[in-house]
């Protein structure tokens, strides 16, 4: 859900910078980058009646995030 709201968020800033240029090239590209993190983020949502994030299940340990 984390994911979904940056995307939401780069959508938006997307759309201010298409509003605020004056190169149409430029603004029809952020227009598609802003659809484009709009469907990134609605992928990223879990649908309605679905679990969200990972339940662990059939695990009995903890799972533990590692540095590279």
């Known amino acids: 859900m984390a994911t979904a709201?940056?995307?939401r968020r780069q959508a938006a800033t997307c759309a201010n910078?298409?509003?605020?240029?004056y190169d149409e090239e430029s603004?029809?590209?952020?227009i598609r980058?802003?659809?484009l993190y709009l469907q990134?983020?609605?992928?990223e949502e879990p649908a309605e009646g679905q679990p969200?994030?990972?339940?662990?299940?059939g695990r009995s340990e903890t799972p533990?995030?590692?540095?590279n």
């Not at 910078?17 to 240029?21: G, I, P, S, V, W």
């Not at 990134?40 to 992928?43: E, G, N, Q, V």
């Open 5 to 7: 709201k940056c995307l």
């Open 17 to 21: 910078l298409a509003r605020e240029t």
């Open 27 to 30: 603004r029809e590209r952020y």
């Open 33 to 35: 980058l802003e659809q």
């Open 40 to 43: 990134l983020a609605d992928s």
């Open 52 to 57: 969200s994030g990972y339940t662990g299940e």
């Open 64 to 67: 533990v995030h590692r540095a």
